[in-house]
């Protein structure tokens, strides 16, 4: 059974600071995704990772895959109150052509000022 | 270009009574989802579809039913509501795609359902 789990799940970090979000998965597979959600309102796709060593960048997040540690990263360079939100961690299970998603249980973030 | 159209956004269910989730989208997607959100928690497939008149079960399907007559439309069916039920549901798309960067998923804005 692909289990997904993120930590830390809880985040309060002051705006100017640096963190790393994780993301473990439990059995192999050949894309994971990050998403952002703000409080009520729907998923945001940030980034898709296809291949061990992906790395992506926008803004200040950063994201990585290492597909033979199963994990992935989400770097927060300098936050901002912007950031603030959940993330999920997302990896495809099954074939890869369908699309099937298993969601980690999400990481809120809170930037303070 | 409206996307991911869920409707209704809100709905109060009695238990035991049934209700279909609509779900359109307009950029001729071949995959559709839905996914159920408990409080506090990340995102569960209930069923998928590939294409019209194809769907298959995700992780939580029971007490769920879906078709998918047209290529735009993918409706979740709740057959005698319960308790359990109660959650926050998101229907999703995307395109067919080979191993590209640009498979991410597009989400509806989400129907709040609450069975009493």
């Known amino acids: 059974e692909l289990k997904v789990e993120q930590n830390p799940l809880f985040l309060s970090m002051q705006e100017g600071k640096n963190y790393t979000i994780y993301c473990n998965y439990s059995t192999t597979s050949d894309r994971l995704y990050w998403y952002r959600q703000d409080p009520g309102k729907s998923l945001e796709s940030l980034f898709v990772l296809l291949s061990n060593g992906a790395v992506k960048q926008e803004g200040r997040l950063m994201a990585s895959l290492d597909t033979k540690a199963r994990l992935s990263t989400l770097h927060i360079t300098a936050a901002v109150h912007d950031l603030s939100a959940t993330y999920f961690c997302a990896v495809c299970y099954g074939s890869s052509n369908t699309g099937k998603l298993i969601f980690g249980q999400g990481t809120t973030l809170q930037v303070k000022p | 270009n409206a996307g991911v159209t869920q409707t209704p956004k809100f709905r109060i269910l009695k238990i035991g009574q049934s209700m279909t989730l609509q779900c359109a989208q307009d950029?001729?997607?071949?995959?559709m989802y839905w996914y159920r959100q408990d409080p506090g928690m990340g995102l569960k497939l209930i069923y998928y579809?590939?294409?019209?008149?194809?769907?298959d079960k995700g992780e939580v399907p029971n007490g769920y039913n879906v078709s998918r007559s047209t290529t735009e439309d993918f409706p979740l069916r709740l057959e005698l509501a319960a308790p359990s039920q109660t959650s926050v549901y998101f229907c999703?798309?995307?395109?067919?795609?080979?191993?590209?960067?640009?498979?991410?998923?597009?989400f509806g804005s989400g129907t709040q359902l609450s069975v009493l």
């Open positions: 579809s590939v294409g019209a008149g194809i769907t």
């Open positions: 999703a798309s995307r395109p067919l795609s080979g191993l590209t960067t640009n498979e991410k998923l597009f």
């Open positions: 950029m001729n997607h071949n995959y």
